[in-house]
C-alpha cells in the first residue's frame, strides 16, 4: 500500500470499550470511550507482524488489513484485497492463531462470488441481529450471516439504506467501521474524518450522535500517529 492512509480497517475486541485499528501494515489498540475523548493509547504503532505473529508473511501483515469484523469471543475475520482469513486474535496476549484460510473472499463466501466484494470490502460492521455484518464496497452494502455464509439481504446504495448518510462523505463509500461495545451504535471512518451512529438493524431509522468530525479531534490521543505514511 503506498500513499498516506488514516484507518483502513478496525474491529472491537472482546475486551470491553478495546478496539484495534490499522492502518497500512500497522495497527494500534486503543481503550475509547464513546461520546467523549477519553480514550487511552493500549500500544504503540506497531507491525501487523509484531502484534499478530500467526500472519507475519501473508498479505494482512504485508499489504495490511484493509478490513475486519468480530464474530463470536475473541475471532474475527479480516480482509486484504481478494484474500480473507478467520483469526482467533488472542487479545494482549500474542498467541494469536488463523483459524480458515488465508483464502479468496469468494471461497470463504460463495455468495460473493462475481459481486463488488469478491474483489475486497472496504468496511464491515456486525449487527446486533443475530449472525449478520453489514459489508460496504463502494457506495454499496450488503448484510451477509457469518455462520451461514449466504447473503441475507442484496446489495443497495448506502444513501438508500442509510438515509441518514446522504450528503455526508459517507453516502459514497466508508473506509473503515465498527460496531462499538454500546448496543446498536456503529462508528464510521472515512479519509480524516468520522462520525457515530445509532443503528437500526433491518431499518431505516439511524441517526447520527454528532457532527462528523476530524479524527484527530475526535479521538486526541491519535494525533501524531495519524495519518500513516510510507
Same mark, same amino acid.
Given at each position: /500500500?503506498?500513499?498516506?492512509?488514516?484507518?483502513?480497517?478496525?474491529?472491537?475486541?472482546? /475486551?470491553?470499550?478495546? %478496539?484495534?485499528?490499522?492502518?497500512?501494515?500497522?495497527?494500534?489498540?486503543? =481503550?475509547?470511550?464513546?461520546?467523549?475523548?477519553?480514550?487511552?493509547?493500549?500500544? #504503540?504503532?506497531?507491525?501487523?507482524?509484531?502484534?499478530?505473529?500467526?500472519?507475519?508473511?501473508?498479505?494482512?501483515?504485508?499489504?495490511?488489513?484493509?478490513?475486519?469484523?468480530?464474530?463470536?469471543?475473541?475471532?474475527?475475520?479480516?480482509?486484504?484485497?481478494?484474500?480473507?482469513? =478467520?483469526?482467533? =486474535?488472542?487479545?494482549?496476549?500474542?498467541?494469536?492463531?488463523?483459524? %480458515?484460510?488465508?483464502?479468496?473472499?469468494?471461497? /470463504?463466501?460463495?455468495?460473493?462470488?462475481?459481486? %463488488?466484494?469478491?474483489?475486497?470490502?472496504?468496511?464491515?460492521?456486525?449487527?446486533?441481529?443475530?449472525?449478520?455484518?453489514?459489508?460496504?464496497?463502494?457506495?454499496?452494502?450488503?448484510?451477509?450471516?457469518?455462520?451461514?455464509?449466504?447473503?441475507?439481504?442484496?446489495?443497495?446504495?448506502?444513501?438508500?439504506?442509510?438515509?441518514?448518510?446522504?450528503?455526508?462523505?459517507?453516502?459514497?463509500?466508508?473506509?473503515?467501521?465498527?460496531?462499538?461495545?454500546?448496543?446498536?451504535?456503529?462508528?464510521?471512518?472515512?479519509?480524516?474524518? =468520522?462520525?457515530? /451512529?445509532?443503528?437500526?438493524?433491518?431499518?431505516?431509522?439511524?441517526?447520527?450522535?454528532?457532527?462528523?468530525?476530524?479524527? %484527530?479531534?475526535?479521538?486526541?490521543?491519535?494525533?501524531?500517529?495519524? #495519518?500513516?505514511?510510507?
Amino acid at each position: /500500500m503506498s500513499g498516506t492512509v488514516y484507518i483502513n480497517a478496525a474491529f472491537p475486541s472482546s /475486551m470491553p470499550f478495546q %478496539v484495534y485499528f490499522f492502518m497500512k501494515n500497522k495497527y494500534v489498540r486503543l =481503550y475509547y470511550t464513546p461520546g467523549t475523548t477519553g480514550e487511552e493509547l493500549l500500544t #504503540p504503532l506497531e507491525l501487523v507482524s509484531a502484534g499478530f505473529p500467526s500472519l507475519a508473511g501473508t498479505p494482512f501483515a504485508e499489504q495490511g488489513i484493509d478490513c475486519a469484523f468480530n464474530t463470536e469471543g475473541s475471532e474475527a475475520y479480516i480482509f486484504s484485497n481478494k484474500t480473507c482469513a =478467520y483469526i482467533d =486474535y488472542a487479545p494482549n496476549t500474542g498467541n494469536d492463531r488463523i483459524l %480458515v484460510g488465508p483464502t479468496t473472499i469468494a471461497e /470463504m463466501f460463495p455468495d460473493l462470488k462475481n459481486t %463488488v466484494f469478491a474483489e475486497g470490502v472496504d468496511g464491515a460492521f456486525r449487527s446486533t441481529r443475530d449472525k449478520e455484518v453489514y459489508i460496504f464496497k463502494g457506495n454499496q452494502y450488503a448484510r451477509i450471516d457469518y455462520n451461514t455464509k449466504k447473503l441475507t439481504q442484496r446489495f443497495y446504495e448506502i444513501s438508500e439504506g442509510f438515509p441518514v448518510l446522504k450528503s455526508t462523505i459517507f453516502e459514497n463509500g466508508i473506509d473503515a467501521c465498527f460496531a462499538s461495545h454500546l448496543e446498536n451504535e456503529v462508528y464510521l471512518f472515512k479519509g480524516d474524518e =468520522y462520525v457515530r /451512529m445509532k443503528a437500526d438493524p433491518h431499518g431505516s431509522q439511524d441517526t447520527l450522535l454528532g457532527d462528523v468530525t476530524l479524527i %484527530v479531534e475526535g479521538w486526541p490521543v491519535l494525533k501524531g500517529i495519524l #495519518p500513516v505514511t510510507d
